[in-house]
């Protein structure tokens, strides 16, 4: 049987689709495929490496607790990035300002990289899958310049690529640069990516729906009703919506990405914006979402038209399967 091609090949392929392309993007894929494997590492390894696990005794930009394995990954990423010169700057969770690139080289790169450097950890000291969020922008701003923030507020229709890296059961990078979405399954033994899910399509309808109900008090009205509806079949002839959520969003993505489904993080009395980060959290997943031909909406319209004003903003989301985001929709008499 004909192996599968590696992410490497598959890289390569897409470039020679881009006559005109120098390489960058590719190096740039290239980059984040070797981080995921060292942070894949550190995250398959969990209790085994003394002093990996647990919190870090410190606080994020969000005033969220940081666990050490955020600011290991985090420190990953920003180094890889660091020894190449595809990005001239980089936006993180766990950095209240821009990261700007050195310019080590003759010039600095033509992108930048939003990150959520390893997104649910605090599900790791508990075995849950945990991942890596990324989003790839052009700058807008001079080559040669030092990045500054106007090259990270750009709405999420501008992303030339983005993706996640899971660390489950198995280890996936799943990502779309404008041309559909692949997954690709790292095999442990030989420490390569394979393409084992080619061009993912989200089913129009699906049999979870995904969200924290313990705050179900909090919600808007509509999302409260939404997610009654889940619960009460239309008719007999309609299946029942089974809810699955485990507090990682990666996880709970790829699942309805793969099964179909829906996942709401709602705004409520503690969040008014919801707790998700537009940048690298809500943008990147939406651009998936809509590539693998889904529905990705703030609650009001597509998040992926939304102008950011704020590097660490939150949005509301609700995404996944497109009949059932609909049908939220139609909860509130937009559809
Ligand atoms: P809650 C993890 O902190 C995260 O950002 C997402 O991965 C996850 O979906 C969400 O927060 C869980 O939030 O309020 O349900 O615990």
């Known amino acids: 049987m004909k192996r599968k091609i590696t992410l490497g090949e598959f890289i390569i392929q897409q470039q020679t689709e881009y006559p005109h392309a120098r390489g960058e993007m590719s190096q740039l894929l290239s980059a984040l495929m070797v981080s995921g494997k060292i942070i894949n590492k550190a995250v398959q390894h969990g209790g085994l490496n003394e002093g990996v696990l647990g919190a870090s ?21 920003i180094e890889a ?15 209240e300002q821009v990261v700007v690139l050195e310019k080590k080289y003759k010039e600095v790169g033509k992108y930048v990289l939003l990150i959520d450097p390893l997104d649910g950890s605090s599900n790791i000291d508990v075995t849950v899958s945990v991942g890596t969020i990324f989003a790839i922008y052009r700058r807008v701003t001079p080559e040669g310049s030092e990045a500054i923030l106007k090259d990270f507020l750009q709405p999420g229709l501008k992303q030339v690529a983005a993706g996640y890296i899971i660390y489950g059961s198995s280890t996936m990078m799943v990502y779309s ?63 029942l919506v089974d809810c699955r959520y485990t507090g990682s969003l990666v996880a709970d993505f790829h699942r309805s990405l793969l099964k179909g489904g ?4 709602p705004p409520s009395t503690f969040h008014p914006n919801g707790k998700l980060r537009l940048l690298y959290e809500c943008n990147p997943l939406a651009f998936l979402c809509e590539q693998a031909g889904g529905k990705a909406i703030n609650g009001e319209g597509r998040v992926l038209e939304m102008q950011p004003t704020d590097l660490h903003q939150r949005a509301p989301l609700v995404i996944g399967s497109t009949k059932m985001v609909e049908q939220f929709e139609r909860m509130r008499g937009v559809v």
């Open 262 to 265: 829906i996942y709401l993080y």
């Open 57 to 77: 005794g410190d606080e994020n930009v969000q005033g969220e607790t940081q666990q050490k394995l955020d600011i290991l990954a985090n420190n990953i990423i």
């Open 177 to 239: 640069t404008g041309n559909g979405v692949n997954g690709f399954t790292l095999d442990p033994s030989s420490g390569v990516f394979f393409l084992t899910h080619p061009n993912i399509r989200i089913p129009e309808t699906g049999p979870y729906y995904s969200v924290n109900e313990g705050k179900m008090h909090l919600f808007p009205k509509q999302y409260q009703d939404y997610i009654e509806s889940c619960k009460v079949p239309k008719s007999e002839k309609d299946s």
């Open 81 to 95: 990035f660091e020894q190449r010169q595809e990005v001239c700057g980089i936006a993180s969770e766990e950095n």
